[in-house]
């Protein structure tokens, strides 16, 4: 049974716990990824260590958004190489998909990145000659790159059933999404002098903003305060000047 009802732009289900056990990679991705953020809403591709997720890497993957709707495979691991008979590296996401579910993956990567949120979507396998039944669950959990633009994801996707020898491609049935932000979890403000990662800011360049602005207010006069009175009449020295 799936329960389902619309937030704004969301989508909300109530699925079956069994999927935890049928897809377990997924899990273990999300998790690991979840872990990283540190009350971020998002965490950095530099934060990814492969070791976090050792027992899911083949499954796992990281994209990057090149354009509105398209993201294409910077890194891979074997599970897709298998479903696809091929590198998949440098190809775009909507490649493993049948045409009609490429629009319904671009609108889903963009709500990945934008909102930014994180999404599971349920795939069924393209049917035919040597391709039996294959159920698929795919996550897409965004990504900060070096400049701090959302415009990586953290991937995973496993299958359940025989791939066959020829490459599959997927529909996608069902999406489901959760926001980080905007009723989702906020961010939380990082305490004064720690940087968005955690560490002190070094002391070198960034003196204490307080510390600064009381030196300023001590080496600013008041406003009230009465200002001695300008000197009258002759100076005490004056210049003379000799042709001697």
């Not at 909300?12 to 716990?17: D, G």
């Not at 934060?47 to 509105?68: K, T």
């Not at 990662?197 to 070198?204: A, D, H, L």
Request: proline share 9%; charged share 25%.
């Amino acid at each position: 049974m799936k329960i389902d009802y619309d937030s704004g732009s969301n989508v909300v289900s109530l699925m079956p716990r069994r999927n935890e056990m049928i897809f377990p990679a997924l899990r273990e991705v999300e998790a690991y990824w979840d872990g990283l953020r540190n009350g971020r809403p998002v965490p950095a591709r530099s934060d990814i260590d492969p070791r976090g997720m050792q027992s899911s890497l083949e499954f796992a993957f990281i994209l990057e958004r090149i354009a509105p709707g398209v993201a294409r495979f910077r890194l891979a691991g074997m599970h897709l190489t298998d479903l696809m008979g091929m590198e998949v590296r440098g190809m775009p996401l909507t490649a493993i998909f049948v045409p009609e579910s490429r629009a319904k993956v671009s609108a889903v990567i963009e709500s990945v990145c934008d909102s930014p949120q994180i999404a599971t979507l349920t795939l069924k396998g393209e049917r035919g000659i040597g391709r039996g039944s294959l159920d698929a669950q795919l996550l897409l959990c965004p990504l900060k790159s070096d400049l701090g633009d959302v415009n990586r994801i953290l991937g995973c996707l496993q299958s359940k059933g025989d791939i066959g020898r020829q490459p599959r491609r997927f529909e996608a049935v069902e999406t489901v999404s959760r926001a980080l932000m905007n009723g989702g979890v906020q961010d939380r403000p990082m305490p004064e002098g720690i940087t968005e990662k955690g560490t002190p800011i070094p002391q070198g360049f960034a003196e204490a903003r307080k510390a600064y602005l009381e030196q300023k207010d001590s080496m600013t006069p008041a406003q009230d305060t009465p200002q001695p009175p300008r000197p009258t009449g002759k100076p005490a020295l004056r210049l003379v000047s000799t042709d001697d």
